[in-house]
C-alpha cells in the first residue's frame, strides 16, 4: 500500500493502518466498531471509551469474540468516566467513531479535530443551536487541518437513495414540487432506575428521553430522513410550523421527550415539505421518503422506483450502507481526499432542531432562530442530581 | 344588493314578512306554473306566497346567527318557530334575535320549544325552511326527520361525527333529491364569489394535475361554559358540546371540515384513506372532555396524491386557516384567491367586494327554492364530514383507516339514551394504539 501523506499526527509508523478509537460503546458504537473492520483491509480497532464501565466491557467482550485479531484493545488502552474520550484522544488512535448520545458529539468533534484524528461520527451531530454552531467551525477546521469526517446518516452511500435521488436531481420526474419523509416506528428500549444511579447517571442510561441528551425522537432518529429531504430539495428549510406531544408514552420514566411530531417545513421559493414522525407501539409504521415533481413521483425506502414520463424502478442488489458508509471514507482517507460531511449534517441536524422548537413553542420558527438557540447541555457536568426537564407545552414554552 | 338589504333591515321592527313586491311576484309565479312552485315550496304553498319561514333548531350563536342571515339575505323571510335544548338558552336566543332583528325575527311562546323533542315541533309547524345549528351529533336524525318531514333545510357543518351518522346522512341524499327539497349547508366557501372563481379555474385545467395539497386550522383555543353545581353531568356535556367528540365530532370535524372540504372540492374526490397523529398537549383538565387540541393528518387519495393537514386549538400559537394546492403547471392559493404560473389569477380584490359568505349562502339557497330548483350540498358534506372523521380516527388509532371504514363504521358515540339528569362519564381519551375505534 501507498504511504499515506493525510495521515496528519496519525502516521506513527509508516502504515496505512486505521486504528480505530471507539467513543461510546453501545449499541450503536458496537455496530459502528464491527462494520468499519467489515469496511476496509489494514483496520483495527485499538482503543475504547465510554462513560459507563459495564456498557464498556459489555463492548468489549462482543467485539472480542466477533472480531478475532481486528480487536486489539487492552487493558491500558480501555478508558471509563466523563472525560475518558480525552484519554482515548491520546493514544495512536487515527480514526475515532463517535457514538455516545448526540448532545456530547460537538464537544467531542472539536477535540478530536484538534487532536487530528479522522472522525466517523454518529448522527445527529448537534441537539441545539450552540451545538450545530461549533460544529459548523470545526468544519471549517477539518478542512484546514485536511482531517475529514463522515457521519451516519447512511442514506448518503445507500445504493437506493444515491440512485433514486439521482435520478430525481437529473429531472427523471421533472421540476420538484415537494417532498414527504416519514419515521412512523414503535417505541424504543429503556433501562429501569437502580437505587445507586444519580440523576445524571440515569438520565444517561436512558438518554434517548430527553431533549439536552438526544433532542428527541424528530432529531435523534428521523435525522436520516430530514436529511434525505435537505438532499432531495438541495437546500435549507426557510422555516417550520409543527405539531407534537406526548400522547401514548407519558409516564415519567420516558423522560420528557414527545412520542409524534409533524412538521410542515418551507423551503425556498415557497416550496412545503412535510415530515411525519412517531414512537408509539400498535401503529401504523413506515419509514420513508417521497418525491412529487411536475412529471412523476419517486418512492424512495423500502423500495426505489419513479413512476410518470421517466418510469424506473431499481434492480441492483442494495449495499449494506452500515458498512459502505466506512468503505467510502476510508477510501477517500487512503486517496489523500478526505470526505468532510460535517456541514450537510450540522445542517440535517438543525432541520430537526427546528421542528422539534416549532412544536415545543408553536411558533412559525425560522432557520436563523433555530441556529441562534442556546446549548441545552448542563453548564456542569457531574455525576449527581439533575432534575427532570419540563414536558414542552406549545404556546407556554418559550 | 347586500347594501340594499342591509339598509332595508337596518330598521328595529324588521321587515314586512311578505313585501309588496314579492308577493305580486309570486302571484304571477304562482299563476303561470303552479305545479313547479307548488313543488318548489312544498307544505309551504297554503299560505299562497313563496315566503321563507324558518324553523329554527338549535339556538346557539351559530343558530341565531344563521337566522339573522337568512333574513338578511333575500326578501320575504322569517322566522316562525325555534326550538333549543335549555330554556334559558331559549331565552337568551329569542332576546337576541328580537333586539337585533325584530319582529322578522320574534317568535311567540307557543313557537318557542324547549327539550329534546323540542325539534319535532318546529317540524309539525308551518316552518318550510328549517336551519339545523345543534350540535353536530344530533345532526343526522334532525335531518332525516326534517327531509321527511318535507322541509327545505339549511343544516350546519358537520353533518355526522361517526359512521351510524354518516349512512344516515348518506341515505338521505337520494330522498331530499326525489322530494326537491333545499338541503343547503354551512360550507359557506362554496358561496364566496373568490373561492367559486378560483375553483373555476382549477378545474379548468390552469394549475394542471392536482399533485399535492395543504389544509390548515391553525388557531388559539374557544369557549368553555364551566360547570353549574345543579348540572347532571350530561347537561355539562352538552352544554360544553365541543370538548366531547359523540357531541361535535373534534374541531378536526366540527371547524376543519371546511379547509378539507376545499382540497376536496378541488380535487372532485375525496380520500381514500389517512395516517396521523395528535393528541392534548396543553389543553388537559377535566373541563375541556376528552378532544384533542392538535393534529397533524396524511390524507392519500386514490390517485396516490397526498393531503396534509393540520389543525390545532393552542393558545399563543402559530395561527392560519387556508389551503394550499399545487398542480403540475401551477400552484393556487385556496383561501387568497390567487393563482400561480402558466394561468395566473389574482382574485385578491374579490375579497373585498364579496358579501358575507354566511349570508350569500342564504340568499342562493332562498333564491334556488323560488327558482323551483333547489340545490342540494348533502352529499357533497356528508363526503367532507366523513373525510374529517377519516382523520379524527387516524390520530385516534393511530391506525391506516380508510374511507369506506369510516363509512361502514358500525360504533355510534352517543351514549344509547340522552337523558338530561343522568350521570354520564367523560369518555376516556384516545390512544394511539390502544383505541378500538
Redesign the interface.
Known amino acids: 500500500m501507498t504511504t499515506m501523506p493525510a495521515f496528519h499526527g496519525a502516521h506513527v509508523d509508516g502504515s496505512d493502518e486505521i486504528r480505530v478509537g471507539l467513543i461510546g460503546c453501545g449499541g450503536r458504537g458496537t455496530g459502528a466498531a464491527r462494520n468499519v473492520v467489515d469496511a476496509a483491509p489494514g483496520v483495527r480497532i485499538v482503543a475504547m471509551a465510554d462513560a459507563f464501565k459495564d456498557r464498556l466491557d459489555e463492548s468489549r467482550t462482543i467485539l472480542t469474540s466477533r472480531l478475532a485479531d481486528k480487536m486489539a484493545v487492552t487493558d491500558d488502552t480501555c478508558f471509563v468516566g466523563l472525560d475518558a474520550y480525552k484519554k482515548l484522544l491520546e493514544t495512536n488512535v487515527n480514526y475515532v467513531i463517535l457514538a455516545t448520545p448526540p448532545s456530547f458529539r460537538p464537544g467531542h468533534i472539536k477535540a478530536a479535530v484538534t487532536a487530528g484524528k479522522y472522525i466517523f461520527a454518529e448522527k445527529p451531530v448537534a441537539v441545539d443551536g450552540a451545538g450545530v454552531r461549533s460544529c459548523l467551525e470545526s468544519f471549517d477546521e477539518i478542512n484546514k487541518k485536511g482531517l475529514g469526517l463522515v457521519t451516519g446518516t447512511l442514506y448518503r452511500h445507500h445504493t437506493g437513495y444515491l440512485e433514486s435521488i439521482k435520478r430525481v436531481h437529473e429531472g427523471a420526474i ?1 421540476d420538484v ?2 417532498a ?1 419523509g ?1 419515521y ?1 416506528t414503535t417505541m424504543l428500549w429503556r433501562k429501569d432506575r437502580q437505587p445507586e444511579w444519580t440523576d445524571l447517571e440515569y438520565q444517561m442510561r436512558n438518554w434517548l428521553y430527553y431533549t439536552w441528551l438526544s433532542g428527541d425522537h424528530l432529531v435523534e432518529q428521523a435525522v436520516h430522513n430530514l436529511d434525505a429531504l435537505n438532499w432531495i430539495m438541495g437546500a435549507n428549510p426557510v422555516a417550520a ?1 409543527s ?6 408514552r407519558t409516564a415519567p420514566e420516558w423522560g420528557h421527550i414527545y412520542d ?3 412538521v ?1 417545513y418551507e423551503y425556498p421559493n ?1 416550496k ?1 415539505v ?1 415530515m ?1 414522525t ?1 414512537q ?5 409504521k ?1 419509514v420513508a421518503n ?1 418525491v ?1 415533481g ?2 412523476g ?1 419517486a418512492f424512495i425506502l423500502p423500495r426505489f422506483s419513479i413512476t410518470g414520463a421517466q418510469p424506473w424502478t431499481l434492480e441492483a442488489p442494495i449495499n449494506d450502507a452500515y458498512v459502505v458508509e466506512h468503505t467510502d471514507f476510508i477510501t477517500s482517507i487512503r486517496a489523500g481526499k478526505p470526505l468532510n460531511e460535517l456541514k450537510q449534517i450540522a445542517e440535517s441536524s438543525l432541520v430537526g432542531i427546528l421542528g422539534r422548537e ?1 412544536a415545543y ?4 420558527l425560522t432557520w436563523e432562530e433555530a441556529l441562534a438557540t442556546p446549548s441545552l447541555f448542563p453548564e456542569k457536568l457531574e455525576w449527581g442530581p439533575m432534575p427532570m426537564p419540563p414536558v414542552p ?4 414554552t418559550a | 344588493m347586500a347594501h340594499d338589504d342591509d339598509h332595508e333591515h337596518a330598521t328595529s321592527s324588521g321587515i314586512p314578512p311578505v313585501s309588496r313586491r314579492t308577493f305580486i311576484r309570486t302571484t304571477s309565479v304562482a299563476a303561470g306554473a303552479l305545479a313547479a312552485s307548488q313543488i318548489s315550496l312544498p307544505g309551504a304553498w297554503a299560505a299562497g306566497s313563496d315566503e321563507i319561514r324558518i324553523g329554527l333548531i338549535g339556538a346557539g350563536g351559530r343558530g341565531t346567527g344563521a337566522v339573522q342571515n337568512a333574513i338578511k339575505s333575500s326578501k320575504g323571510v322569517r322566522l316562525v318557530a325555534m326550538a333549543e335544548l335549555f330554556p334559558d338558552r331559549l331565552a337568551e336566543a329569542r332576546k337576541t334575535l328580537a333586539d337585533k332583528v325584530g319582529a322578522a325575527a320574534t317568535v311567540k311562546d307557543d313557537r318557542a320549544f324547549s327539550g329534546l323533542d323540542g325539534y319535532k315541533s318546529v317540524l309539525q309547524s308551518d316552518a318550510n325552511y328549517i336551519i339545523l345549528a345543534t350540535p353536530p351529533g344530533f345532526r343526522p336524525i334532525h335531518l332525516q326527520a326534517a327531509i321527511e318531514a318535507g322541509k327545505h333545510v339549511f343544516t350546519e357543518k358537520p353533518v355526522a361525527v361517526d359512521g351510524p351518522g354518516l349512512r344516515t346522512v348518506l341515505s338521505l341524499v337520494d330522498v331530499a333529491a326525489q322530494k326537491k327539497l333545499l338541503v343547503g349547508c354551512g360550507l359557506q366557501r362554496h358561496h364566496q364569489q373568490g373561492y367559486l372563481e378560483t375553483m373555476a379555474r382549477i378545474h379548468d385545467g390552469a394549475i394542471g394535475d392536482i399533485v399535492t395539497a395543504r389544509a390548515y386550522w391553525n388557531q388559539g383555543p374557544i369557549w368553555n361554559r364551566g360547570r353549574k353545581a345543579d348540572w347532571s353531568d350530561t347537561e355539562w356535556q352538552l352544554r360544553n358540546w365541543y370538548y366531547f367528540t359523540w357531541l361535535c365530532g373534534d374541531h378536526i370535524v366540527e371547524q376543519h371540515v371546511h379547509n378539507l372540504d376545499v382540497v376536496n372540492w378541488a380535487k372532485k374526490a375525496h380520500p381514500v384513506k389517512a395516517v396521523g397523529t395528535g393528541g392534548r398537549q396543553v389543553r388537559t383538565g377535566p373541563e375541556w372532555g376528552h378532544i384533542y387540541d392538535h393534529f397533524a393528518i396524511d390524507f392519500e387519495y386514490e390517485d396516490g396524491t397526498h393531503l396534509f393537514s393540520m389543525c390545532r386549538q393552542q393558545a399563543n400559537t402559530a395561527g392560519s386557516v387556508s389551503e394550499a394546492i399545487t398542480g403540475t403547471k401551477g400552484f393556487c392559493q385556496a383561501n387568497d384567491y390567487v393563482i400561480t404560473g402558466e394561468k395566473a389569477f389574482d382574485g385578491s380584490a374579490i375579497k373585498r367586494k364579496e358579501l358575507d359568505p354566511y349570508q350569500q349562502e342564504h340568499a342562493d339557497f332562498i333564491a334556488s327554492i323560488r327558482k323551483g330548483e333547489p340545490i342540494s350540498e348533502l352529499k357533497m358534506v356528508a363526503e367532507s364530514t366523513a373525510t374529517a372523521i377519516l382523520g379524527r380516527e387516524a390520530a385516534y388509532t393511530g391506525r391506516l383507516v380508510t374511507f369506506d371504514e369510516v363509512v361502514n363504521g358500525t360504533t355510534s358515540l352517543a351514549p344509547p339514551t340522552v337523558d338530561l339528569t343522568a350521570s354520564l362519564a367523560t369518555p376516556p381519551v384516545a390512544m394511539p394504539g390502544a383505541s378500538t375505534n
Open positions: 421533472g414540487l415537494t414527504y416519514w412512523n410550523v405539531t407534537g406531544g406526548r400522547q401514548t409524534h411530531f409533524a410542515d415557497g412545503h412535510q411525519f412517531r408509539q407501539d400498535g401503529c401504523e413506515k417521497e412529487v411536475t412529471k413521483r416549532a413553542t408553536g411558533k412559525r407545552m406549545p404556546g407556554v
